[in-house]
């Protein structure tokens, strides 16, 4: 017993050491907000205020920064999603040549690095003139997130037992019908996983907005995060912590809505097929 408590006892001590790690960040960024004369060191400040979160609010830059950032992540996800449900059903539901290839394909490219690409890609753009545009910008990012929302809907269909869909065929029920009516509301949980990956991978998303796109009124809030830096390593520590809570809400809001749908989303399958 004594042995299991020391064991119990340095697991718990490893756990808390891990926490600390990833807490004290979190901790400085928010106190640090508040404080005109952030440093690096974290302490509470001696007169809080809201002037850092003013100046960052009030700043024409920031606020298209981030129009910019959640036209890209919005309509990167609702592409994504859209056209995800779109691929996964053939492969879901119907008996295709090569399929297993395809899907093999798929997944390999699940795994590719967007860095990999990044050299053709932007050749790619400069030939064709994409370069310095936002839709052209979020079509690559969708074409880049494509095969992971493909690849999960996939699997999340699996569960949905087909006998749902012929029971609607009886009824009357086009098989576009029965994607609307039947499917994509048994799928709600998977639908909400791939969206809020998408969104948050676009969302922190920094090494590819800041390759094709040059102009600064055109950059998300991710790339303009480093304007809080300047030369010398001298860096406006308070307007960058509280830049920093603001870029981090759109993401705690959609966790927040969607976490229940999320957690029935990695283990959808059985009610489904019940």
Same mark, same amino acid.
Do not use: C
């Given at each position: 017993?004594?042995?299991?408590?020391?064991?119990?006892?340095?697991?718990?001590?490893?756990?808390?050491?891990?926490?600390?790690?990833?807490?004290?960040?979190?901790?400085?960024?928010?106190?640090?907000?508040?404080?005109?004369?952030?440093?690096?060191?974290?302490?509470?400040?001696?007169?809080?205020?809201l002037?850092n979160?003013?100046?960052?609010?009030?700043?024409?830059?920031?606020?298209?920064?981030?129009?910019?950032?959640?036209?890209?992540?919005?309509g990167?996800?609702?592409?994504?999603?859209?056209?995800?449900?779109?691929?996964?059903?053939?492969?879901?539901?119907?008996?295709?040549?090569?399929?297993?290839?395809?899907?093999?394909?798929?997944?390999?490219?699940?795994?590719?690095?967007?860095?990999?690409? @990044?050299? #053709?890609?932007?050749? =790619?753009?400069? *030939?064709?003139?994409?370069?310095? &545009?936002?839709?052209? !910008?979020?079509l690559?990012?969708?074409?880049?997130?494509?095969?992971?929302?493909?690849?999960?809907?996939?699997?999340?269909?699996?569960?949905?037992?087909?006998?749902?869909?012929?029971?609607?065929?009886?009824d009357?029920?086009?098989?576009?019908?029965?994607?609307?009516?039947?499917?994509?509301?048994?799928?709600?949980?998977?639908?909400?996983?791939?969206?809020?990956?998408t969104?948050?991978?676009?969302?922190?998303?920094?090494?590819?907005?800041?390759?094709?796109l040059?102009?600064?009124?055109?950059?998300?809030?991710?790339?303009t995060?480093?304007?809080?830096?300047?030369?010398?390593?001298?860096?406006?520590?308070?307007?960058?912590?509280?830049?920093s809570v603001?870029? @981090?809400? #759109?993401?705690?809001? =959609?966790?927040? *809505?969607?976490?229940?749908?999320? &957690?029935?989303?990695? !283990?959808m399958?059985?009610?489904?097929?019940?």
């Amino acid at each position: 017993m004594k042995q299991k408590r020391y064991q119990n006892l340095l697991a718990y001590g490893i756990l808390s050491l891990i926490a600390l790690v990833f807490v004290v960040p979190l901790v400085w960024v928010l106190v640090a907000s508040f404080d005109q004369h952030a440093t690096t060191v974290l302490k509470i400040p001696e007169s809080p205020s809201l002037l850092n979160y003013q100046s960052v609010v009030q700043d024409s830059t920031n606020q298209k920064a981030f129009l910019n950032g959640l036209f890209l992540s919005g309509g990167q996800t609702i592409l994504v999603v859209l056209l995800s449900i779109m691929a996964a059903y053939p492969l879901s539901r119907f008996k295709l040549k090569h399929k297993q290839k395809v899907l093999m394909g798929i997944l390999f490219m699940t795994s590719l690095p967007i860095t990999a690409v @990044m050299v #053709p890609v932007y050749q =790619l753009f400069i *030939f064709f003139r994409l370069t310095d &545009s936002l839709f052209s !910008t979020l079509l690559f990012l969708t074409a880049s997130q494509l095969p992971f929302g493909i690849w999960m809907m996939k699997n999340f269909m699996d569960d949905i037992s087909v006998d749902l869909e012929e029971a609607a065929w009886i009824d009357g029920a086009s098989r576009m019908k029965g994607v609307k009516d039947v499917i994509i509301p048994l799928m709600k949980p998977g639908i909400f996983t791939v969206a809020i990956f998408t969104f948050i991978g676009s969302w922190g998303n920094f090494f590819v907005p800041y390759i094709l796109l040059s102009s600064p009124s055109k950059l998300p809030a991710s790339v303009t995060l480093y304007q809080f830096f300047g030369q010398y390593g001298y860096a406006a520590y308070g307007q960058l912590a509280a830049y920093s809570v603001l870029y @981090m809400l #759109p993401t705690f809001v =959609l966790y927040y *809505f969607a976490q229940n749908y999320m &957690s029935r989303g990695f !283990t959808m399958g059985g009610a489904a097929k019940g």
